[in-house]
């Protein structure tokens, strides 16, 4: 994992994060898996667990599978083929894939995820449906770099990073199944560093 942020690397990165705020850029190994080891460099501090990533998410799946299926309309055989690939490198049928990976992460994990890129269309936030905030944990920032690979972006406390939009099935989900929304709250109208 880089512990400082590559100068070729700044002008991709997203205006909502601030230069200023970073303190590293996580950029896994591009072998297909980026998105799954960037996630693992946020919540195991190694980019090579990324194996164990995958088996939480796949696990998640199978207790939660009729909110994957049926109130979100995912693929769960593709989502099944991607969390259970264990190739490096892989094709890209076993990418890391929005929304699908991206909520399934914040499910699983309990945390908000948030996409972002150099391009505005790239950024959403993702966050758990089913969860509370269980403790004061800052959001997983994935970042886009050239539309294809997947990097995790490390701010410093305090930071203000200009969240993106919601992932725009959050809302009528939580509406539709009566879902307590713990989360959208901390998000709604705000620039926060911390939850």
């Not at 960037?38 to 207790?63: F, Q």
């Not at 966050?127 to 539309?147: E, K």
């Amino acid at each position: 994992m880089n512990l400082e942020v590559p100068g070729e690397l700044k002008p991709l990165l997203s205006p909502r994060i601030p230069a200023t705020s970073l303190i590293c850029l996580g950029n896994p190994k591009m072998d297909g898996n980026c998105g799954f080891r960037s996630l693992a460099i946020a919540i195991r501090g190694d980019e090579e667990k990324w194996w164990m990533v995958k088996l939480a998410m796949k696990s998640h799946l199978a207790k939660c599978r009729n909110v994957y299926e049926e109130w979100l309309g995912y693929d769960i055989s593709l989502l099944l083929d991607i969390l259970e690939c264990k190739l490096s490198p892989c094709s890209s049928k076993y990418w890391f894939m929005v929304p699908d990976c991206a909520q399934l992460a914040a499910d699983t994990f309990r945390v908000p995820v948030a996409m972002m890129g150099a391009r505005e269309e790239l950024c959403s936030l993702f966050l758990p449906l089913l969860s509370p905030p269980a403790a004061r944990r800052d959001p997983i920032i994935l970042h886009w770099v050239n539309d294809n690979h997947l990097m995790h972006v490390a701010v410093k406390s305090g930071a203000i990073i200009h969240w993106p939009s919601l992932n725009p099935q959050h809302k009528p989900i939580c509406d539709l199944y009566e879902l307590e929304d713990y989360w959208s709250g901390l998000f709604h109208g705000q620039i926060v560093s911390r939850l």
